[in-house]
């Protein structure tokens, strides 16, 4: 099992549509979570950072949390072709191996 | 300004050969990272400083040796390059380790011929 994983898509969607990105992960114990956004050429940028168990939203954005299922999503409201690009999940075991594991991330491509 | 530079931004080399990646942030941040990104887009750490210390330190061969002279560099050498080496190769920094944002520098695309 990897310890996170993403579908790999593509997922495409409609301009306007929401876009819905899920991310499970194995370790019980982690304790930070991301969204980064990764651009064909580009480097990662970070869209989102999640805590707690909830909801946070950021403009078009929503993260959820849910601990209990191990289980992280993204919420694109109004997708817009410019949302168009790699959405990678990422989780911080914390503890003795702190460190950013990432998964394979999900393709997303928004049809105008 | 760029926050995170790395050069070179492309590095086309032949097989057993040595080469330094070199990473620059000016954000003040204490932590530095490199990321090595697969042709399958898998994003893996190999290195971490947190002022010039080294925490995080994958299992990755020898042959790369990371180097940090201040807080603000972090450089990654690479001895005795093989064809599995071709990658992009990105560095990134956070205010303090582990759980703060990452920002990362626009990577540098290996290729080993």
């Known amino acids: 099992q990897k310890e996170v994983e993403q579908n790999s898509g593509p997922l495409s969607v409609p301009e306007g549509a929401i876009a819905s990105l899920n991310c499970t992960y194995s370790?019980?114990?982690?304790?930070?979570f991301f969204w980064y956004r990764q651009y064909s050429g580009k480097s990662p940028e970070l869209i989102m950072s999640i805590y707690s168990n909830g909801d946070k939203e950021d403009g078009r954005f929503t993260a959820q949390l849910n601990k209990a299922s191990q289980y992280v999503s993204l919420l694109i409201r109004d997708s817009q072709p410019s949302d168009s690009a790699t959405y990678l999940c990422?989780?911080?075991?914390?503890?003795?191996?702190?460190?950013?594991?990432f998964g394979t991330g999900t393709l997303l491509a928004v049809q105008p | 300004d760029t926050a995170v530079s790395q050069t070179p931004k492309y590095l086309v080399t032949q097989m057993g050969n040595d080469k330094s990646i070199k990473c620059e942030q000016n954000l003040g941040h204490d932590t530095m990272y490199w990321y090595k990104q697969d042709s399958k887009k898998f994003l893996k750490i190999m290195f971490s400083y947190n002022n010039k210390e080294l925490i995080i330190n994958e299992t990755v061969p020898n042959r790369f040796s990371p180097k940090s002279p201040d807080k603000a560099h972090l450089n990654l050498h690479i001895n005795s390059l093989e064809l599995g080496d071709s990658a992009v190769y990105f560095c990134?920094?956070?205010?303090?380790?582990?759980?703060?944002?990452?920002?990362f520098g626009p990577g540098t695309r290996l290729t080993v011929l």
């Open positions: 990422a989780v911080n075991r914390g503890g003795a191996t702190n460190k950013l594991i």
């Open positions: 370790d019980r114990g982690s304790q930070s």
């Open positions: 990134a920094s956070s205010q303090e380790a582990y759980t703060d944002t990452q920002y």
